[in-house]
């Protein structure tokens, strides 16, 4: 079946500017993750949304980072006015949680949204 | 203390070695492991969870060793496709029990 997909796979943007980038997890996941990856780094959290529950918002670096999600489906991160420290690969991630039996904690990532700050 | 620790390598070995990568976690709590592969500037990719009993896929071995908190991934007969970043994941536990975390990784390059 389809993955996860992301989009706009890269985006070039003016210091200053406000983007949105767009996650769609694989149909029947519950849970998306968004993470970002500087170049050479590890992954870093960012936020978490499960089912109706509150999102997970602890590793969000700032408050110019904001995500939505509609019910189960497609969720946007915003970054408003990007500074070029945002410079780096975002990655979405679904999985099934609350998982089932030894399935279901496993995340699977899209391609990432590739955001260089100009 | 970082959830999830392993050594950065980098590892490099020829073709058909044998290579282990080795990771500690710090939550006593969780309840599920897995490797996960990450190519040069792509997404990381499960490679395989991992089970109390340990596992094995193919070239690929993992061991789970709950009392020292530590887990293991062993790869066999190396081959050149093998070269990538090896991640050490583990769930949170309790309230983070949605939650994965990854360790930084440790990059393995196969040579002919």
């Known amino acids: 079946g389809a993955g996860v997909s992301q989009s706009p796979s890269n985006k070039v943007t003016e210091k200053g500017k406000d983007v949105e980038l767009r996650c769609d997890p694989i149909?029947?996941?519950?849970?998306l993750y968004w993470y970002r990856q500087r170049l050479g780094q590890g992954l870093e959290f960012l936020i978490y949304?499960?089912?109706?529950?509150?999102?997970?918002k602890s590793g969000l670096p700032s408050d110019r980072f904001s995500a939505e999600r509609t019910g189960e489906s497609v969720s946007t991160l915003t970054i408003q006015r990007t500074q070029q420290e945002d410079s780096a690969v975002y990655l979405c991630?679904?999985?099934?949680?609350?998982?089932?039996?030894?399935?279901?904690?496993?995340?699977?990532f899209g391609p990432g949204t590739r955001l260089t700050v100009t | 203390r970082k959830e999830v620790e392993q050594d950065p390598g980098p590892f490099n070995v020829p073709e058909g070695a044998t290579v282990a990568f080795n990771c500690t976690y710090s939550n006593s709590a969780s309840q599920s492991f897995f490797w996960y592969r990450q190519d040069c500037r792509k997404e990381p990719k499960l490679l395989m969870s991992v089970y109390s009993s340990g596992n094995e896929d193919g070239r690929f071995t993992a061991q789970l060793n709950r009392a020292s908190q530590y887990i293991s991934l062993l790869i066999r007969d190396s081959k050149l496709s093998d070269s990538a970043t090896y991640l050490c994941v583990v769930n949170g536990g309790g309230s983070t029990l949605g939650r994965l975390y990854f360790g930084r990784g440790t990059q393995l390059t196969v040579w002919p």
């Open positions: 149909s029947g996941h519950t849970a």
């Open positions: 991630a679904s999985s099934l949680f609350p998982p089932t039996g030894l399935a279901g904690h496993e995340q699977y």
């Open positions: 949304f499960q089912g109706n529950s509150a999102p997970d």
